[in-house]
């Protein structure tokens, strides 16, 4: 009796899905990679120099009536590591802070000038509209919304930070006029409360300005490492090519 060949199974072509590649897009201009790198350096600078410039007189208010404000480098509490000022000493470091403070404003407006000229202030305005978007960002951030929120080339919660850190620029910019100036610029620091109550507002804009760096550097390789091939080369490719 022969036997019956098991018939073969018919050939099945299945379907292999496989994810495009994300498109490459313009994220970043040149002059925006520049002035972002220059303020950078210059930033660090100054915080340096500003960290050396504080420590001549570690205290806000007059000598022997310190004001009673948060401050715990106040001297005697928690010192300043010599290894992150810059100057070496008060005229030193009052030197380096002048020197990078001019080149930090002028990069600082080039960068303005050309968010008007080029119209992309409006992608970085945080409007009354964007609110709910920033609660669906944080929600995404703190691992309570699993898909990534719809967005444009910034998502809400940037646009705010952009913002907040322009302002905070500015506040920095005028209270350091204020104490560099204080009889030129009197009515300046009356408006901030007097020239060491300038200094103090100074030196909060200071360690706001530190603390939103740590906060983006985080974020930026965390959330997204793909921008930070975008603001060194201005190319992005990674998971919200919206961004372009």
């Given at each position: 009796?022969t036997?019956?060949?098991?018939?073969l199974p018919?050939?099945v072509?299945?379907?292999?899905a496989?994810?495009p590649?994300?498109?490459?897009?313009?994220?970043?201009r040149?002059i925006?990679?520049l002035t972002?790198?220059?303020?950078?350096?210059?930033?660090?600078?100054?915080i340096a120099s500003?960290l050396?410039?504080?420590?001549a007189?570690?205290h806000?208010?007059?000598?022997?009536a310190?004001?009673?404000?948060?401050n715990?480098f106040?001297?005697?509490?928690?010192?300043?590591?010599e290894?992150?000022?810059l100057?070496g000493w008060?005229a030193?470091?009052?030197?380096?802070h002048?020197t990078?403070?001019?080149p930090?404003?002028?990069t600082g407006?080039?960068y303005?000038?050309?968010l008007?000229?080029?119209?992309?202030?409006r992608?970085l305005?945080?409007?009354?509209r964007?609110v709910?978007?920033?609660?669906?960002?944080m929600?995404?951030y703190l691992?309570?919304r699993?898909?990534?929120?719809?967005?444009?080339?910034?998502?809400?919660?940037q646009k705010?930070a952009?913002m907040?850190?322009?302002?905070?620029?500015?506040i920095?910019?005028?209270?350091?006029f204020?104490?560099?100036?204080?009889?030129q610029?009197?009515?300046l620091?009356?408006?901030?409360?007097?020239?060491q109550l300038?200094?103090y507002?100074?030196?909060?804009?200071v360690?706001t300005f530190i603390?939103?760096l740590v906060?983006?550097?985080v974020?930026v390789?965390?959330a997204d490492?793909?921008s930070?091939?975008a603001?060194?080369t201005?190319?992005y490719?990674?998971r919200?090519p919206?961004?372009?």
């Amino acid at each position: 009796m022969t036997a019956t060949p098991t018939p073969l199974p018919p050939m099945v072509s299945e379907a292999v899905a496989v994810e495009p590649a994300a498109p490459v897009v313009l994220r970043h201009r040149g002059i925006v990679r520049l002035t972002h790198w220059l303020n950078a350096v210059f930033l660090t600078g100054m915080i340096a120099s500003g960290l050396q410039i504080y420590t001549a007189y570690a205290h806000f208010g007059p000598r022997g009536a310190v004001y009673p404000l948060p401050n715990p480098f106040d001297a005697g509490q928690v010192a300043i590591p010599e290894s992150v000022r810059l100057g070496g000493w008060l005229a030193g470091g009052l030197r380096w802070h002048f020197t990078l403070a001019w080149p930090f404003m002028l990069t600082g407006l080039a960068y303005l000038l050309f968010l008007v000229a080029s119209d992309e202030w409006r992608s970085l305005l945080f409007r009354p509209r964007d609110v709910p978007g920033a609660v669906q960002m944080m929600r995404y951030y703190l691992r309570l919304r699993p898909d990534h929120p719809p967005q444009g080339k910034h998502n809400p919660l940037q646009k705010s930070a952009y913002m907040f850190i322009v302002a905070l620029a500015v506040i920095s910019i005028l209270t350091g006029f204020a104490i560099a100036k204080p009889v030129q610029l009197a009515f300046l620091t009356t408006l901030f409360g007097g020239f060491q109550l300038a200094r103090y507002w100074h030196f909060v804009a200071v360690w706001t300005f530190i603390a939103f760096l740590v906060v983006h550097v985080v974020m930026v390789f965390v959330a997204d490492p793909a921008s930070m091939r975008a603001i060194l080369t201005g190319r992005y490719r990674g998971r919200n090519p919206n961004h372009g």
